[in-house]
C-alpha cells in the first residue's frame, strides 16, 4: 500500500507530497527501506533541510522506544570464535595456494577481512541496536509509568508481527481526536479489512474497535473514542474481518500485527 514517489532532493509542492515525505522520514529511521532506497534518503539527509528536520522529528518520537531495554551485549568469545575459524580457513587457503610464504599470505589476507569485519560490524551495531531495541521494546519489554491521559499528549505504537519488521505505526492524538495510523506496508487481502482495536491489556475490558483500516491509502484516520490510551498495558491489535470489518463490534478473526502504546516525549 506504501509509495514512495518523491525523489531524492525534490521539494514537496503540496500537502500529498509533504506527506509522502514524512512517511519517507519514518521508514528511514525505522529501517524499513531497501537498500537503493536508503541510499537515496541518505543522500537526501544531506541535502534537504526538510527532510533533515522530519528525521529529527521522527527520531525523538523513537526515542522512548530505545530507552525501554537495556543493551544486550555479544558473548563473550564471538571474537575469539570468529578469529579461531578464520585461523583455520587461512592454513586451508595457504594448502591451496603454491609457492613459499603462501601460508603468511594467506593468513595475512584474511586477517586483513576480520578487521574489515571488526570494523563494519561495531559501525553497523552502533546504528541497528537502537531499532533492535525499539521493536523489542513495542512487544516484550515492560514499560515506565505513562502519564494520565490529558489534552494534548500524543501516544504512539509500531505494530508489527511477531517482532519482525514493521507494518504500521500508530499515532494518537488526545488533543485532537484522531488516531493516525502510517501504512509501512502491511499484507491486506483484497476481500478482507484490516480492522483496528484498542486493548487495555488486563482484560478490564472488551476490545474496541477504532475503525477499519484504509484499503488504497497510506495513511488512515480513525476517532480516538473512550479508551484510556496512557495505561502501562494499553497496545494495539489488527484483526483480519470480513470486508468492512467485524460484523458483530467484537474480534472475529486472527491478529496479524500489534504493538504496545508508548508517550510521546512532550
Known sequence: ???????????????????ELDALAGEFVLGSLSESERRDADLRLATDPDFARLVADWRQRLAPLDDSVPPVAPPADLFARIETQIEGQAKAAAAALPGAG?????????????????????????????????????????????????????????????????????????????????????????????????LAGDGSRPPLSLGVLADSADITHLPVRDADYGRRDAAIAITLEPKGGSPNGDPTGPVIYSGKLIPEPR
Request: aromatic share 4%; charged share 20%; proline share 9%.
Open 1 to 19: 500500500m506504501t509509495g514512495r514517489s518523491t525523489p531524492p532532493g525534490t521539494a514537496p509542492s503540496g500537502p500529498d507530497d509533504r506527506l
Open 102 to 198: 603462501s601460508v603468511s599470505s594467506a593468513s595475512d589476507l584474511l586477517q586483513r577481512r576480520l578487521n574489515r569485519w571488526r570494523a563494519a560490524a561495531l559501525a553497523a551495531a552502533a546504528t541497528s541496536t537502537a531499532l533492535a531495541a525499539s521493536l523489542a521494546a513495542v512487544l516484550l519489554a515492560p514499560l515506565p509509568e505513562p502519564e494520565p491521559v490529558v489534552a494534548g499528549q500524543k501516544y504512539l505504537a509500531v505494530v508489527n508481527r511477531d517482532g519482525a519488521q514493521p507494518a504500521i505505526v500508530v499515532s494518537v492524538d488526545i488533543e485532537t481526536g484522531i488516531v493516525s495510523l502510517r501504512d509501512l506496508g502491511a499484507e491486506q487481502p483484497a476481500d478482507r479489512s484490516l480492522e483496528v482495536w484498542y
